[in-house]
């Protein structure tokens, strides 16, 4: 999808340079972060101030050099925005919509992006939404990812592409030292990661003074928590089960992967301010 986009706005550039096509990344990136900061209970415009300051906390060059995983930060930042006001039970049939259509755009996006979907259906069937809807947004998604599957087995396109990245063998014959070795390198790595990255720092310390303070009323925000663990869960089984160099592919890939993520957090710490302002009021 991303690069579809790119050549798309690279095309229809006056000039025909590949650079205009960086316009839809930085575009996506933007109305995501102010989607956002437009949910804050701040008054008059004062909104903007977090969205400057979540654009001086997240931005960083490098990722505007083609890499998809803005559009991916980007798509789960809005995705995370509609869930919240799904769980907070103010949803109207258009953020279920809007979560559908995501998901979609998601298993178009990137690989990972399949899986994300998967966790965002997951997170819809634990809300509190009528059963309709949860079975027209389970049909709906499984409908995106067979139509995917098919276009691309017509096609001959390969949905993977690195095939040689995973192979049953080498899965089947992972040994429990080989397993434990593997871990160390991916939990330390994740750590290190995750200490380098500004944005999950804040969404780590927001989500752990709710469950610290506010632990009995997680009611709203406990989605958050649900994907943090199932992403979690999903970079220990993506490296883990690789057949690749594990050092050279986590020192290469993870950084992206948690920034991919981070924006879906960054709901937290609007709805904690949002509680602050209420009480200070």
Known sequence: FGQYIWAFFAKMSFVENEVFGRLFYLLIYCFSLLYLSSKTNFKNYIYLVIFIFLILLTFEYKLFSGLQEIIIFSLLTIVSVNLFNIYKKESSIINLIQCILISNILIWTKAEGFVYSIIVLILILFSSVNIKYKLLTTISILTFITLKYLIYY??????????????????????????????????????????????????????????????????????????????????????????????????????????????????????????YIKKSR
């Open 154 to 275: 017509f096609t001959e396109f390969n949905l993977d592409p690195r095939p040689d990245s995973y192979t049953f063998d080498y899965i089947l014959n992972l040994d429990l030292m080989m397993i434990l070795s593997k871990l160390k390198i991916i939990i330390l790595f994740l750590i290190y990661y995750l200490s380098t990255n500004e944005v999950m720092i804040l969404n780590l310390i927001t989500l752990g003074l709710f469950f610290y303070i506010n632990y009995k009323n997680l009611n709203i925000i406990k989605y958050i928590y649900i994907f943090l663990l199932l992403n979690f869960l999903f970079i220990l089984v993506a490296y883990l089960f690789t057949n690749l160099n594990i050092e050279y592919y986590v020192r290469t890939t993870m950084d992206r992967i948690i920034f991919s993520t981070s924006g879906f957090y960054i709901i937290s710490a609007i709805h904690f301010l949002n509680l």
